[in-house]
């Protein structure tokens, strides 16, 4: 099953990031299961997720509520909370990130890999100043004096540009627009210089004009500073500004894979097409929407086959026999479904037209 | 997908208040709403003041669907509570069919409030945890001295409108409910009371968007089904271009564009509406946005810029945009906007000069 998922083959084709066929991935995930198990549930979140990533690859998660995108990068930074129950392998650039102790969590925290949240509010510690916060990252991870640490704030700031960033060091999060704090917190998640980004629906909570900025600053210090990042949206227009490979999550498992040109173009899913086509936009004016019918599944009680079956338009009966696997549709491109082939046939023939 | 059941619709047409000024006479006549929120702490008598709604302006006709949008802080929910009077307003006018609010030969706040039903952003907290969903619909109908019997065939039958069988959800609390079901169920609460109009504060924003799409097919077909009026106040253009027939603009309390859909999305007027158009997501990998269309956040509410309250972050602010505030002028059709820039003989230097 692995060796059809997209991520693990040949280089990225997209915008020519990947630096390479010989670059080894720099995150690779490998069956990773989460099972939330209490006295009075037993919830399956994640069902076998894998991939890899390279250096300066963007990923970016797209799905709904309850599809498992959190619970994903929450994993890698080993987040989730002690009644979930984790299975699989998570290697980071040649560190074992299941088997660490907490001692050395706190360096991989930050270090190696970093986080950036949706409400940058609460994430904020509202009690210290945002110069700070920065400073204190900086100190706890490398042995550098008070003074250093706050000029490198300082720059940290101005790289995430903030505007009249040496008077905002000294302000406390409340004093700062919602703008202004998402960009302090992604100069914390920037300040020990970790090798990948996790971004957490980082623009969801901002007006558009903000989010806007944000994304292309994102877009930017990626470039510049060649993080792998893995980035998670619920919203396909911000997954088309800031994705090189997306994958699609449905009920805790990848349901398609691929560059976000391919997927966009000729979805070979019909979880992604029903989510494509749900979108509003520009042409809908006078139509009737087209939703897809009824509720995301009970994580307690999925079904045996395809989790999407009971909501899909094309469903057969040897949909409900098994789980169908990951397979490619085209080079670097996978979708679990048995008509995978078909349906990616039938949108690049949509596309020709 | 479950459409309005016809015996339901003609149940709660029965129920509809009678159409007071006849077709032509506006649903809405909102003239210079005001309302300024006094800041604790500061000297008494000289405590600062948040401008969230000043001066706003508008019309709603009968059956039209008015889109309010605006970034956060431009005062698009408080005049949603205005309008409910949730909060009272400072100053203004608000005219029902005809009939002023809270006037003298006009009509009570609470008459008001019957005919007019808001539905909220959080599904979840406009919900009470502890009573069943047929208890929570009826509860408006009740209040407003309806038999029990009655209110809850009323509470029957807006559920039933809103694809919610009520064999199967009446007894049902909003926990064992989804997203896209709570807000079904909110809008039934409103349907309940046999609204004329619906203010959609947000209604759709924090759903999935597959089951975005079901709740706004559901708006639009209630909305032809019962003859509703619908202020839908969203900050997803998308949104807002699928489900209005007429757009406002807002920015720091202050509208600065109005018109008919077409006409705002295709031929803005007001730089910040071109702005907040092209801020959306190009929605094409191949094509992404690259030139940032708006730098900054709105300024605060508590000292707005003189003049233009946009000049700050404008592209096109001159020397006059600090001097005067410009007014809200007429172009084609009830499209209207407020800029020096596009108002003739305004003293800009885009301005067309006068003959």
Same mark, same amino acid.
């Given at each position: 099953?692995?060796?059809?998922? /997209? ?8 915008? $020519? ?30 069902? $076998?997720? @894998? ?12 799905? =709904?509520? $309850?599809?498992?995108?959190?619970? /994903? ?48 509010? /609460? ?5 210290? /100043?945002? $110069? ?59 300040? @020990? ?7 957490? =629906? ?21 470039r510049e500073l060649g993080m792998a990042t893995i980035f998670v949206t619920h919203d396909v227009g911000v997954a088309c500004e800031i994705a090189d490979k997306v994958a699609v999550m449905y009920s805790g498992r990848f349901v398609e894979t691929g560059t976000i040109d391919d997927v966009l173009a000729a979805p070979a899913h019909p979880y992604t097409s029903g989510l494509l086509h749900a979108v509003v936009n520009s042409e809908a004016r006078g139509t009737r929407l087209t939703p897809i019918p009824g509720a995301p599944p009970d994580l307690s009680s999925l079904p045996p086959g395809c989790s999407f079956a009971p909501r899909c338009p094309r469903v057969q009966s040897a949909c409900n026999d098994r789980v169908p696997d990951l ?27 | ?7 339901? +619709? ?120 502890? !009573? ?33 069988? %009520? ?5 049902? &609390? ?20 046999? %609204? ?6 947000? *209604? ?25 009026? &619908? ?9 807002? +271009? &699928?489900?209005?027939?007429?757009? !406002? ?10 018109? %008919? ?10 730089? &910040? ?9 190009? !929605?094409?990998?191949?094509?992404? +946005? ?22 700050? +972050?404008?592209?096109? *602010? ?17 499209? !209207? ?14 301005? *067309?000069?006068?003959?």
């Amino acid at each position: 099953m692995l060796e059809t998922e /997209t991520a693990s083959k040949g280089p990225v084709t997209a915008s $020519g990031v990947g630096q390479g066929r010989a670059a080894e991935p720099l995150v690779t995930v490998e069956d990773l299961r989460v099972r939330l198990v209490s006295r009075d549930q037993n919830l399956s979140l994640l069902q $076998g997720v @894998s991939f890899t990533l390279k250096e300066g690859e963007v990923l970016c998660l797209l799905g =709904e509520s $309850g599809s498992g995108k959190t619970v /994903t990068v929450r994993s890698l930074m080993r987040l989730l909370p002690p009644s979930a129950q984790v299975s699989g392998k998570i290697n980071i650039g040649g560190t074992d990130i299941l088997a660490l102790k907490p001692r050395q969590l706190r360096q991989v925290r930050g270090g190696l890999i970093s986080m950036i949240f949706q409400e940058p509010a /609460t994430a904020l510690d509202p009690t210290f /100043t945002i $110069g700070n916060q920065i400073a204190e990252t900086i100190r706890v991870h490398e042995n550098v004096s008070q003074a250093e640490a706050r000029k490198r704030a300082l720059n940290l700031l101005e790289m995430v540009q903030v505007p009249s960033a040496a008077r905002r060091l000294d302000a406390y999060p409340h004093e700062l627009s919602g703008g202004l704090r998402q960009r302090a917190m992604i100069a914390l998640a920037l300040s @020990s210089r970790p090798k990948v980004l996790i971004a957490d =629906e980082p623009t969801t909570a901002l007006d558009a004009t903000v989010q806007i900025q944000v994304l292309l600053l994102l877009r930017e210090l990626q470039r510049e500073l060649g993080m792998a990042t893995i980035f998670v949206t619920h919203d396909v227009g911000v997954a088309c500004e800031i994705a090189d490979k997306v994958a699609v999550m449905y009920s805790g498992r990848f349901v398609e894979t691929g560059t976000i040109d391919d997927v966009l173009a000729a979805p070979a899913h019909p979880y992604t097409s029903g989510l494509l086509h749900a979108v509003v936009n520009s042409e809908a004016r006078g139509t009737r929407l087209t939703p897809i019918p009824g509720a995301p599944p009970d994580l307690s009680s999925l079904p045996p086959g395809c989790s999407f079956a009971p909501r899909c338009p094309r469903v057969q009966s040897a949909c409900n026999d098994r789980v169908p696997d990951l397979v490619e549709v085209s080079d670097g491109h996978a979708s679990r479904c048995i008509l995978a082939r078909d349906l990616s046939l039938q949108g690049t023939q949509e596309l020709r037209q | 997908m479950l459409g309005v059941m016809p015996q339901a +619709r003609e149940e709660a047409l029965r129920q509809k208040p009678a159409d007071v000024g006849g077709p032509r006479q506006p649903m809405l006549i909102v003239d210079d709403l005001v309302k300024h929120f006094k800041l604790t702490g500061g000297a008494p008598g000289n405590r600062p003041v948040v401008r969230a709604v000043d001066g706003v302006s508008f019309v709603v006709q009968k059956g039209e669907t008015l889109g309010i949008v605006g970034e956060s802080g431009c005062g698009k929910s408080t005049t949603a509570r205005l309008l409910m009077q949730l909060v009272k307003p400072d100053a203004g006018v608000i005219v029902l069919d005809g009939e002023a609010v809270d006037a003298p030969h006009g009509i009570t706040i609470r008459q008001l409030q019957r005919a007019v039903q808001m539905v909220f952003q959080d599904s979840y907290a406009s919900l009470n945890p502890r !009573m069943t969903l047929e208890d929570t619909i009826i509860f408006g109908p009740r209040a407003a001295g309806k038999p029990r019997v009655e209110a809850r065939n009323a509470a029957h039958s807006a559920l039933r409108m809103v694809g919610l069988a %009520p064999e199967l959800f009446a007894r049902r &609390y909003p926990h064992e409910l989804s997203g896209g079901q709570r807000q079904r169920v909110n809008i039934a609460r409103a349907l309940a009371m046999s %609204p004329r109009v619906l203010i959609l504060d947000e *209604a759709v924003s924090a759903l999935d968007k597959s089951v975005e799409a079901q709740v706004l097919n559901l708006l639009q077909d209630l909305k032809e089904s019962l003859e509703l009026t &619908y202020v839908f106040i969203s900050h997803d253009l998308n949104v807002v +271009r &699928y489900i209005s027939d007429r757009v !406002m603009v807002m920015y720091l309390g202050k509208v600065v564009e109005v018109g %008919p859909v077409a006409s705002i999305y295709e031929s803005a007027r007001h730089p &910040y509406t071109q702005a907040l158009l092209s801020s959306r997501p190009s !929605m094409d990998p191949k094509q992404r +946005r690259t030139e940032l269309p708006l730098s900054g956040d709105p300024p605060s509410p508590i000292s707005p810029p003189s003049g233009c309250r946009f000049r700050t +972050r404008c592209a096109l *602010a001159e020397a006059v945009c600090a001097e005067r505030e410009p007014p809200l002028a007429d172009f084609e059709s009830g499209h !209207m906007a407020a800029c020096h820039a596009v108002i003739p003989g305004s003293g800009h230097s885009l301005a *067309a000069k006068p003959s």
